[in-house]
């Protein structure tokens, strides 16, 4: 059974930075071919918005270019996500999802509301 726990979410006035975690439980994350986070909005589809490569490269929504940040910890198991200059707009659930087929695996998503 794969396990992915995610923490860090919560409300956060407009401006302000979160920190989102998720801890993968299954196996060493240095051979995910994928580790990404997503988020859902109330009547939006699921979208990608920032992914983290075998190798390490990475990938961004282009909405939170240049104001997320994802990172990994191969010691501990954690992929992080670094949220700074947050808008209403960013509010949503955030799921940390693990690609590596046949493997995709989701965590039970973290709420992040920005409100003021």
């Known amino acids: 059974q794969v396990h992915l726990v995610e923490s860090g979410g919560g409300l956060v006035q407009p401006g302000g930075s979160l920190r989102l975690s998720c801890t993968y439980y299954?196996?060493?994350?240095?051979?995910?071919?994928?580790m990404s986070w997503f988020r859902q909005a109330p009547g939006n589809q699921r979208e990608l918005v920032a992914a983290?490569?075998?190798?390490?490269?990475?990938h961004y929504l282009w909405t939170v270019e240049g104001r997320f940040t994802i990172s990994r910890d191969i010691a501990k198991n954690t992929v992080a996500l670094q949220m700074n200059d947050l808008t209403p707009a960013d509010t949503a659930v955030y799921y940390c999802n693990a690609h590596d087929p046949p493997l995709d695996a989701w965590g039970q998503g973290t709420q992040v509301t920005v409100s003021s």
């Open positions: 983290i490569f075998e190798h390490g490269s990475t």
């Open positions: 299954s196996g060493n994350i240095s051979s995910i071919y994928q």
